[in-house]
Structure formats: C-alpha cells, structure tokens
C-alpha cells in the first residue's frame, strides 16, 4: 500500500483520469454533431487526436506506476485485468489514428472513434465496478471509508487543489480496497 501512495506517478493519473473524462465527453458531442449534420468534422477530429493524446499519456504514466507499485510495467497479477482491458481501449484509439494518417473517409472515422469511445466506457466500468466491490469487501469486514468520491465534501465552493487533494485521497483509499481483495 505505501508503494501505490508514494509513487511520484499516483498525483499524475490522478490528474489526467478526469481530465481525460471530461475531453471524452466533449469529443462525443463533437462526433455525434459530426453524424448528425455532416459538419465539423476538424473540430471532431483535433478533440479525437487530443483524447488519444492523453490516453497514451495515461497509459505511459500508468505503466511507470504500475512498475513503483508492482514491479512491473505491464500485467503484473494485480493489475492484470486493467492492463488487459486497456489494451483494447489503446488500440481502438490508436487505430483511429492510423486510420486518420491514411485518410479514410470522414464518416469512417467518427464510427471508428465511436467504437474506441465504447471500449473507453466499458474500460472505465470495469474500473468503477472493481471499486464498488472493493468498497463493500472493506465495509463488510468493518472498515471505514472516508471521502469516497471528490465532490461529496458537503462543499460546492471547492478549489481546484481542495478538489485534487480529495481525488487524490479517492485513489488512496481505493488502493487501500485493492489490496484487501
């Protein structure tokens, strides 16, 4: 548990998931604006490059993470499923790319696009569902949770920082639930 807390790379992904969260929703709206209409389609796409962007980010962080953590960059038996899982998402998303730099039809990459936004969801799901079950493993055995989401201080008037510090403790207790299972 201390080596999940005290890597350098823990305050990194804490700080990219949402990011990369909210440049998801943004960038489907674009797609589906995109679908709708037959417009917008630079927009769409720089807000695609820019979501693969961060997702590669995300996954060169997470594996120097998972290296402090665990030993090693990739499928280490803790973390097998993540790393499983987000190997679709990564080349899903990547595809996009390859698909973009051969120039395939505009209408072919919004659905290509869509396709990696499904697998972004159903990675991020598993995630979720693991910290749902994990929580409820450490209440059942007694434990208690303190500060499970962010934004459920009882404060709507929080700074960026109170905000980071919160996800960041978010994370710790979620690595705290990992290791009970």
């Known amino acids: 548990m201390l080596r999940r807390q005290k890597s350098k790379w823990m305050p990194v992904q804490a700080f990219l998931a949402p990011v990369q969260f909210v440049i998801f929703f943004i960038s489907l709206a674009l ?16 807000s695609v490059m820019v979501k693969v962007f961060v997702l590669w980010v995300m996954a ?6 998972e290296k402090d953590v665990f030993g090693h960059y990739a499928f280490a038996k803790e973390f ?4 499983f899982f987000s190997t679709f998402v990564l080349i899903s998303h990547t595809l996009y790319v390859i698909g973009f730099f051969l120039k395939w ?10 396709v990696a936004y499904l697998t972004y969801c ?11 079950i994990n929580r409820q493993k ?3 055995h007694g434990y208690t949770i303190a500060g499970d989401m962010p934004w459920a201080s009882g404060s709507l ?3 960026k920082a109170e ?4 996800y960041c403790r978010l994370l710790k207790n979620w690595s705290v639930m990992r290791r009970a299972e």
């Open 60 to 65: 060169i962080t997470g594996a120097f993470w």
């Open 163 to 166: 905000f980071l510090c919160r």
């Open 105 to 114: 039809e505009e209408m072919t990459l919004a659905y290509v696009a869509l």
């Open 31 to 46: 797609i589906i604006y995109f679908l709708s209409t037959g417009r917008g389609f630079w927009l769409a796409n720089i």
């Open 80 to 83: 097998w499923w993540e790393d």
């Open 157 to 159: 008037n929080t700074t």
């Open 122 to 132: 159903i990675n991020a799901y598993q995630f979720v569902r693991k910290y749902v």
């Open 138 to 140: 450490l209440k059942s």
